[in-house]
């Protein structure tokens, strides 16, 4: 084993020990989690459904391109 996997290894031996003896370790680690897990999907709608964000503006306006394009295509051929 290298010093980094036997450093994992001891760290994730004392958080299991931890866990095992007192319940509120567990219980904090799950919350954390939770924590991280709706942040991550806070940053994910906010990037997504802000409307004054770059990103969105410009996957709206790619989209909105494409559709008008699409139409002119279509106009074109029913007037010929």
Not at 7 to 28: E, Q, R
Not at 68 to 80: R, T, Y
Request: net charge positive.
């Amino acid at each position: 084993m290298t010093s980094y996997t036997s450093t994992i290894l001891i760290i994730f031996c004392i958080i299991g020990y931890m866990i095992i003896v007192d319940k509120n370790v567990g219980d904090y680690i799950i919350l954390l989690t939770k924590i991280v897990r709706i942040n991550l999907e806070r940053f994910y709608w906010i990037i997504v459904y802000h409307p004054n964000n770059f990103v969105t503006t410009w996957l709206n306006a790619r989209k909105y391109d494409k559709i008008a394009k699409d139409l002119q295509k279509e106009f074109e051929n029913k007037s010929k």
